[in-house]
């Protein structure tokens, strides 16, 4: 049986326990995987009093994926450029890092939207937490630019010199977008949590592949995707799917099947 958890503030929204049961279910491992709110300041207490009830690992999402990374006694390479940590592995004494949310996404466009990243242009929108964990997954599919624009350009420039050694990247304010048509574009801003879209110049969307890395509504995103003429719009719900689905793998070796599992969400 393996023991796991969702760690979060507040917790009560998460999809993870649902996912994993599927999971379970499907491929015949005995997982019992819990929802658990720590308070904001003692994700450390809380994380090691579970890993003393016999975890075998944990998810984390907001606020602790910097308290799991600073709480990791090693990182794989994902979560070290990421950052942050949202699984953790209990292997004896040691205490693993990983971030799967970046291969998340790069699996759902490759196996559910059947799109490719090699040699195409990729747009960024933002520069937080979200980007700094989706970049080297995405630079590793070798693209031809991965061009990052945020509202804070200093932000957005940070971050294109510091993964400028995967890939060809480059950083830029959101006012600094052309009205040049892109490949993909990717709303990794939290502005559609707020219901807004960052006012940017449209043209880039036309036929473009545009994803929103937010999922459970229509987006402002999106719309905004539609109105422009993109080709495909798509919201962040296949790849909370397969983050958690690269997460139970890491745990149990056991790979699951993903499509069934967004299916069964979605409806
Ligand atoms: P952060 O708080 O780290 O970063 C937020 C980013 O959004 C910053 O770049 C910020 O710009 C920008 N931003 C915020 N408001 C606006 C606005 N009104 N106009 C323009 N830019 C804005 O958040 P995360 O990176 O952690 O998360 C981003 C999104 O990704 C969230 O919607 C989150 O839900 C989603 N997400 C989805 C996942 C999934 O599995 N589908 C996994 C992880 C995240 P500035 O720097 O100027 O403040």
């Not at 720590?38 to 009830?53: E, G, L, R, W, Y």
């Not at 624009?149 to 977008?177: P, V």
């Not at 592949?209 to 937010?214: E, F, K, R, T, W």
């Not at 793998?249 to 499509?259: H, L, S, V």
Request: with cysteine; hydrophobic share 45%; net charge neutral.
């Amino acid at each position: 049986m393996y023991k796991l958890a969702v760690f979060g503030n507040p917790i009560e929204h998460s999809l993870s326990p649902d996912i994993h049961a599927q999971f379970a279910q499907q491929t015949g491992v005995e997982v019992d995987y819990q929802k658990i709110l720590a308070p904001v300041n003692d994700f450390s207490q809380f994380a090691t009093a579970f890993i003393h009830k016999g975890a075998s690992g944990f998810n984390v999402t907001v606020p602790f994926k910097l308290d799991a990374f600073n709480f990791a006694t090693e990182l794989t390479l994902n979560a070290k450029t990421a950052g942050a940590v949202n699984t953790i592995k209990i292997q004896g004494s040691k205490i693993i890092g990983e971030n799967t949310d970046g291969i998340g996404l790069v699996n759902d466009l490759t196996n559910h939207l059947n799109i490719e990243l090699e040699n195409k242009v990729v747009l960024i929108l933002g520069a937080g937490g979200a980007t700094q964990g989706i970049l080297l997954p995405i630079l590793s599919k070798n693209p031809k630019r991965v061009m990052i624009a945020n509202r804070t350009a200093s932000k957005a420039e940070k971050l294109a010199r510091d993964f400028a050694k995967y890939g060809k990247t480059c950083g830029f304010g959101l006012d600094k977008i052309k009205d040049d048509p892109v490949d993909i574009i990717i709303n990794a801003t939290s502005a559609s949590l707020a219901g807004k879209m960052p006012d940017i110049a449209s043209g880039c969307a036309n036929h473009a592949i545009c994803y929103d890395l937010m999922y459970g509504q229509q987006t402002p995103f999106m719309d905004w995707a539609k109105a422009n003429n993109a080709a495909v719009i798509a919201d962040g719900l296949g790849m909370l799917v397969e983050q958690a689905a690269s997460s139970f793998e890491f745990w149990t070796g056991a790979k699951p099947d993903t499509r069934t599992v967004i299916k069964n969400l979605r409806s």
